[in-house]
């Protein structure tokens, strides 16, 4: 059981995070929050990488395994404050609940991280075989996985934990994302005559039909593979009085284990070299999205919105060992997958790194308005990520 006091030092953890506003590539002040919150709590030493990544770390007293504690620090934006009830900013309690943005997704998790791991470095006076990292990771909402890559290129950990939401369930997979953009070529004409056109959006409707009766891939775990048309676009833009000569499509493909970028693709190319040769007027190409962010360190982050599934057997010692301790600790968790894509994507989907995943909230508080975070799911994280910590550097 956590103490009293160690029960309020969370809180405040949590509140003082919440109090710093960190939107993607805005992280700045919320890492100069945690240098200073890794320092009061007896952390080892910190560093910031080149993303802005802040990784502090907890040395035991003897050699052994490394185990990565991962969370971001980065926020999705609040539209509008005045449809909050609470101010998004002003992490108030009320109702044993803590209100604010950010706290579900996913500083909750990260205050619970930094008080765990430092509760058990206290506990053991560091007499563990070991070492602890816990990453506050920046631009996960807009990149899965894509800043996580430096932490490990640099720490290579032996085990990496994830705390996205699962209600303090133990989470051993999840299904990967990628963003497919599909985009048909027409030719413009006035509207009045549209014969001397080619309307680009008639052909794109004719494909994104053929594309919704494509057969997906299954996993007995992870569910079907998806591939879900979210956004269309047409040009010229507004359009009246022109035939649209152009048309982009934007899917949101979900990814299951082993598929490849290649393998993930070619249906769609596939698809459309078979209408071209139905269709002499028909003409389009398919590829992955590419995004370009800006980190507050003035580093750019830029790949293919591709990002892996994973998953590990219950049968796996890791996973055993911490469902065991997580039990032992006086949680009941159960065994169960993301339906979301998380930084796991890179851990466990690229570099194959052992990873769990374990975190506070119901995955379903994330990104709304009024977010909070239940000060009782709070102390659980707290006392799980201790338990994980205990089991994995036995």
């Known amino acids: 059981m956590l103490t009293n006091e160690k029960k309020e030092k969370v809180i405040k953890v949590c509140q003082e995070l919440i109090k710093v506003k960190s939107y993607s590539g805005q992280e700045g002040n919320v890492v100069n929050k945690l240098k200073e919150i890794f320092t009061e709590l007896g952390f080892d030493d910190f560093y910031v990488d080149e993303y802005g990544n802040i990784i502090g770390h907890i040395k035991g007293n003897k050699e052994g395994k490394k185990i990565l504690f991962d969370s971001h620090i980065d926020t999705v934006e609040v539209a509008d404050e005045s449809k909050w009830t609470h101010n998004p900013f002003a992490a108030e309690i009320v109702d044993e609940r803590i209100y604010g943005r950010g706290t579900s997704d996913m500083k909750g998790a990260l205050s619970a991280m930094i008080c765990g791991v430092s509760n058990f470095a206290e506990v053991t006076n560091k007499e563990f075989a070991g070492d602890i990292y816990v ?54 004409a006035h509207s009045a005559n549209p014969q001397k056109g080619i309307n680009a959006v008639y052909k794109a409707s004719k494909l994104i039909n053929r594309i919704k009766d494509m057969e997906m891939t299954y996993d007995n775990e992870l569910g079907h593979g998806i591939l879900e048309l979210v956004d269309i676009k047409s040009s010229p833009y507004p359009g009246a009085s022109v035939v649209p000569d152009y048309c982009k499509i934007t899917y949101d493909r979900r990814l299951l284990v082993g598929e490849t970028k290649e393998e993930v693709l070619q249906p769609v190319l596939d698809l459309i070299e078979e209408m071209k040769k139905e269709d002499p007027e028909f003409n ?111």
């Open 135 to 188: 990453a506050g990771v920046v631009h996960e909402e807009c990149f899965e996985g894509v800043a996580s890559r430096k932490i490990s290129e640099k720490i290579k950990p032996d085990y990496v934990v994830i705390g996205e939401a699962s209600e303090c369930n133990l989470k051993i997979g999840q299904r990967g994302r990628a963003e497919i953009v599909v985009e048909t070529y027409g030719k413009p």
């Open 284 to 394: 389009a190409k398919a590829f992955y999205a590419k995004g370009i962010e800006k980190c507050y360190t003035g580093e750019i982050i830029s790949d293919e919105r591709f990002f892996p599934a994973w998953k590990y057997g219950k049968e796996e010692d890791f996973v055993k060992d911490s469902l065991k301790s997580l039990k032992e600790s006086g949680l009941n968790p159960e065994i169960a997958y993301y339906s979301f894509c998380t930084n796991g994507s890179h851990y466990a989907g690229e570099a194959e790194i052992k990873t769990i995943g374990f975190g506070p909230s119901p995955e379903n508080l994330a990104h709304t308005i009024d977010e909070y975070i239940e000060i009782d799911q709070l102390v659980k994280a707290t006392k799980g990520y201790e338990a994980i910590a205990k089991a994995l550097l036995k």
